[in-house]
């Protein structure tokens, strides 16, 4: 693999210190970064011995994949210690919150990180005997005493799963304020002080709460910060434009005590994890930042200069400034699908098709999230034949399996399996023993031979309602019976579904050939051959469509907008987008210009 060194990468090969890199889609960093690591392995081997070592953090595990393979390309091979390359998350519990957190709980159980927040909402609920001797759902105390405006426990308003400590120590509902209408700010406190108090007491603590610790005893213990400066004098922050604030802190914290060489490597319009704090302003505030050594790369090696000006739009005028440096352009005009409802599987057909009469192989069709994807999987149903959670559940593992994405049908299944096999464990328990079975390989592969066997989906609804149960008691050998508990008839329920079947509501029916289709988070990072994104016909918050091609007129854009602008930016060779069939020629011509192909499937 050979490296085009231009000027802009040269700068950023011999800064030091604190550094920002703005790199623009296609702008080759990970590239940089791994070159950069290569460059300084020698030099640092000298300087700090054998067993201190570059840490490269990035966002995702996609991310940190991408930068390994990179690296082994350049030079042939492996990072090895004492480098590393690692997910932010990872490097914040492995080197800080796991083991050091001792020192911020005396009497603790071992602490375990949370895959999912929602576990901890289900802990606090029961069952218990009404007056009219009626078991009913119900809250452990002493939930049931911490009260809402409402009268009713806080836990209603405020799921535990939403509680949050700020950087500052004090509580928010996901990011945001309680609303004073539904709670007194004190009860709200002492709802949250209590939640929390027993999460870090029973060691369960979710990412966030990771993260609050580790700064916590950065802070309070200033040997930690120094001990990591050694073992990682230099540390390279990529994707840093999803940081939040308090990951941010955390490294503010480090590099004041000690840490002298941090970099921050990102492009802050590709900034896609809202929902998980990311706050881009705080990337562009460290890059015009006199603090800071701002450097920029501006050339586009990915994709022709047509299918950058199409991204561009997102941008401000004066902003328009990436180039492409691309050596091979075939030419390909952008393609533009209007489509009915309906016809959107046959779309795909026609883009997969068009693609590999062009021997374009790395392609995948993109929409805004999962649910429009399900949607167009057939996964939306509206059928709710079940009280019992289990009989979805174990459509969805089935549903996984079958479409061959062998990991989240074992994630599923796992958490089926255990809970069935072990009805009494505790929620702790419950934890420590998933993650214990996690790397279990011959417990996975009884997972998966677990879903295999399911009943097949094409068997009715009332006839999988009996198969399904009565197989699981089988393969588990379980020594008590299974119900779905199925309803007799309700609002989400049609009697006449009891005769069809199950993967008419439940099963992709749309589309065939679904390997290819996927959501824009899952290929942010990526480069593609083609790619053909789908824009939706309602105008809603969270939908995107024609009218969002254009900046935002009161600041940088938001997320939505970010959104398309990394979808756009996949393409080494060919853009597709498809647009329903109310946005005219004229419009696209007009937001496009004249070179572009307008398909109509009719």
């Given at each position: 693999?050979?490296?085009?060194v231009?000027?802009e990468?040269q700068?950023?090969?011999?800064?030091?210190?604190?550094v920002?890199?703005?790199a623009?889609?296609?702008g080759?960093?990970?590239?940089a970064i791994?070159?950069k690591?290569?460059?300084?392995?020698?030099?640092?081997?000298?300087?700090?011995?054998?067993?201190s070592?570059?840490?490269?953090?990035?966002?995702?595990?996609?991310?940190?994949d991408?930068?390994?393979?990179?690296y082994?390309?350049?030079?042939?091979a492996?990072?090895?210690y004492?480098?590393?390359?690692?997910?932010?998350?990872?490097f914040?519990?492995?080197?800080i919150?796991?083991p050091?957190?001792y020192?911020?709980?005396?009497?603790f159980?071992?602490?375990?990180i949370?895959?999912s927040?929602?576990?901890?909402?289900?802990f606090?609920?029961?069952?218990y005997?009404n007056?009219?001797?009626?078991?009913?759902?119900?809250l452990?105390?002493?939930?049931n005493?911490?009260?809402?405006?409402?009268g009713?426990?806080?836990y209603?308003?405020?799921?535990?799963s939403?509680i949050r400590?700020e950087?500052?120590?004090?509580?928010?509902?996901?990011?945001?304020?309680?609303?004073e209408?539904?709670v007194?700010?004190?009860?709200f406190?002492?709802?949250?002080?209590?939640?929390?108090?027993?999460?870090?007491?029973?060691?369960?603590?979710?990412?966030?709460?990771?993260?609050y610790i580790?700064l916590?005893?950065?802070?309070?213990?200033?040997?930690?910060?120094?001990w990591l400066?050694?073992?990682f004098?230099?540390?390279?922050?990529?994707e840093?434009q999803?940081?939040s604030?308090?990951?941010?802190q955390?490294?503010?914290e480090l590099?004041?005590?000690?840490?002298?060489?941090?970099?921050f490597?990102?492009?802050?319009?590709?900034s896609l994890?809202?929902?998980?704090?990311?706050?881009p302003?705080?990337?562009?505030d460290?890059?015009n930042?006199?603090d800071?050594v701002?450097?920029?790369l501006?050339?586009?090696?990915r994709s022709?200069?047509?299918?950058?000006?199409?991204?561009?739009?997102?941008?401000p005028e004066?902003?328009?400034?990436?180039?492409?440096?691309?050596k091979?352009?075939l030419?390909?005009?952008?393609?533009i699908?209007?489509?009915?409802?309906?016809?959107r599987?046959?779309i795909i057909?026609h883009?997969?098709?068009y693609c590999?009469?062009?021997?374009l192989?790395?392609?995948?069709v993109v929409?805004r999230?999962?649910?429009?994807?399900?949607?167009m999987?057939?996964?939306?149903?509206q059928?709710?034949?079940?009280?019992?959670?289990?009989?979805?559940?174990l459509?969805?593992a089935k549903?996984?399996f079958?479409?061959k994405n062998?990991?989240d049908?074992?994630?599923?299944?796992?958490?089926?399996v255990?809970?069935?096999e072990?009805?009494?464990?505790?929620?702790?328990?419950?934890?420590?023993?998933?993650?214990?079975?996690k790397?279990?390989?011959l417990?996975n592969a009884?997972?998966?031979?677990?879903v295999?066997?399911?009943p097949e989906?094409?068997n009715?609804?009332?006839d999988?309602?009996e198969?399904?149960p009565a197989?699981v008691?089988?393969?588990?050998?379980?020594?008590?019976?299974?119900?779905?508990?199925?309803?007799?008839?309700s609002?989400?329920?049609?009697k006449?579904?009891?005769?069809?079947?199950?993967?008419?509501?439940?099963?992709?029916?749309d589309?065939?050939?679904?390997s290819?289709?996927t959501?824009v988070h899952?290929?942010k990072g990526?480069t593609l051959?083609?790619?053909?994104?789908f824009?939706?016909?309602?105008?809603?918050a969270?939908?995107?469509?024609?009218r969002?091609?254009e900046?935002d007129a009161?600041?940088f854009?938001?997320?939505?907008?970010?959104?398309?602008?990394?979808?756009?930016?996949r393409?080494?060779?060919?853009?597709?987008m498809?647009f329903?069939?109310?946005?005219?020629?004229?419009?696209?011509?007009?937001?496009f210009?004249?070179?572009?192909?307008?398909i109509?499937?009719d």
């Amino acid at each position: 693999m050979e490296l085009d060194v231009t000027d802009e990468l040269q700068a950023y090969f011999d800064a030091k210190g604190k550094v920002v890199l703005n790199a623009c889609p296609g702008g080759g960093k990970t590239t940089a970064i791994a070159q950069k690591i290569i460059n300084l392995e020698d030099e640092y081997k000298k300087t700090y011995g054998n067993h201190s070592g570059i840490a490269c953090i990035s966002f995702t595990n996609a991310a940190k994949d991408e930068l390994s393979l990179t690296y082994n390309q350049l030079c042939g091979a492996n990072l090895q210690y004492p480098h590393l390359v690692s997910t932010i998350d990872s490097f914040i519990n492995t080197y800080i919150t796991l083991p050091f957190y001792y020192l911020l709980e005396r009497n603790f159980a071992r602490p375990q990180i949370l895959e999912s927040n929602a576990r901890l909402d289900s802990f606090w609920k029961t069952k218990y005997t009404n007056k009219k001797g009626q078991l009913v759902d119900g809250l452990k105390n002493p939930m049931n005493s911490l009260k809402a405006k409402s009268g009713r426990s806080i836990y209603y308003q405020y799921l535990p799963s939403t509680i949050r400590l700020e950087p500052d120590g004090s509580y928010s509902v996901n990011g945001n304020a309680p609303s004073e209408d539904k709670v007194d700010l004190k009860a709200f406190e002492k709802y949250c002080k209590y939640i929390k108090g027993w999460q870090f007491e029973n060691g369960l603590i979710t990412t966030n709460d990771s993260a609050y610790i580790a700064l916590r005893l950065l802070r309070k213990n200033p040997k930690i910060c120094k001990w990591l400066a050694s073992r990682f004098p230099h540390i390279i922050v990529d994707e840093a434009q999803d940081n939040s604030l308090m990951q941010h802190q955390i490294f503010e914290e480090l590099n004041s005590q000690g840490l002298e060489n941090i970099e921050f490597i990102g492009d802050p319009y590709q900034s896609l994890y809202e929902f998980r704090d990311a706050n881009p302003q705080l990337f562009l505030d460290k890059y015009n930042s006199d603090d800071y050594v701002g450097l920029d790369l501006s050339n586009n090696r990915r994709s022709p200069q047509h299918i950058i000006d199409c991204f561009s739009l997102l941008r401000p005028e004066d902003e328009r400034t990436i180039l492409g440096a691309c050596k091979t352009d075939l030419k390909e005009s952008i393609l533009i699908y209007k489509y009915k409802d309906g016809d959107r599987g046959e779309i795909i057909n026609h883009f997969e098709e068009y693609c590999i009469s062009k021997d374009l192989k790395k392609l995948k069709v993109v929409v805004r999230g999962n649910s429009i994807r399900n949607k167009m999987l057939g996964r939306d149903a509206q059928q709710r034949p079940w009280h019992n959670q289990l009989a979805y559940d174990l459509i969805a593992a089935k549903i996984e399996f079958d479409d061959k994405n062998l990991k989240d049908a074992i994630n599923i299944a796992r958490n089926i399996v255990i809970r069935l096999e072990n009805r009494a464990l505790s929620f702790v328990d419950f934890g420590h023993l998933r993650a214990e079975l996690k790397t279990d390989y011959l417990n996975n592969a009884r997972i998966i031979k677990f879903v295999e066997g399911l009943p097949e989906l094409l068997n009715t609804v009332e006839d999988w309602s009996e198969l399904c149960p009565a197989y699981v008691k089988k393969a588990l050998n379980l020594d008590y019976d299974i119900d779905f508990g199925m309803k007799k008839t309700s609002r989400y329920f049609d009697k006449a579904t009891r005769t069809e079947a199950v993967s008419a509501h439940f099963n992709r029916v749309d589309i065939e050939k679904t390997s290819s289709l996927t959501t824009v988070h899952q290929v942010k990072g990526k480069t593609l051959d083609a790619i053909l994104i789908f824009f939706d016909e309602k105008n809603h918050a969270s939908n995107i469509n024609f009218r969002d091609l254009e900046p935002d007129a009161d600041g940088f854009i938001k997320e939505k907008k970010r959104i398309i602008y990394v979808a756009m930016s996949r393409p080494k060779h060919l853009l597709a987008m498809a647009f329903p069939h109310k946005i005219s020629d004229k419009q696209l011509i007009e937001k496009f210009g004249q070179d572009i192909s307008i398909i109509n499937l009719d």
